[in-house]
């Protein structure tokens, strides 16, 4: 399972052999999870990046390995997108007051 090589798109059907699925579940999950966002060329065959990979992989361990429902699955992939979400925003808050400090102590000076 995961990348093989470091090609910047892999066809449906290189992405079915590293995971050992068909391509039917890979178009199934691609239209159930909004993450998996293949890019398609001018004959219509899916292109997908590694980030697809990365993202189909998350979604394999969660279903197939984990043993969640696609529900649950989405479920908890909204939460820890919603998690990095509040991190990012604690991250500015706490750099804002950096910032007031540092301007405090420059007007010090």
């Not at 590293?18 to 998996?36: C, Q, Y």
């Not at 429902?69 to 479920?75: E, F, S």
């Not at 990095?84 to 804002?96: G, T």
């Amino acid at each position: 399972m995961g990348l093989q090589g470091s090609k910047l798109y892999y066809s449906i059907g290189e992405v079915a052999e590293m995971f050992n699925v068909n391509t039917s579940l890979i178009r199934f999950w691609e239209k159930e999870f909004a993450i998996i966002k293949p890019t398609k060329n001018k004959k219509g065959n899916r292109l997908f990046t590694q980030k697809d990979i990365q993202n189909f992989e998350r979604i394999f361990q969660l279903v197939k390995i984990e043993g969640y429902t696609l529900d649950g699955a989405k479920q908890h992939l909204r939460q820890k997108s919603n998690k990095k979400k509040l991190n990012k925003v604690e991250l500015l808050r706490a750099l804002e007051e950096v910032k007031k400090e540092l301007i405090q102590l420059q007007n010090k000076l």
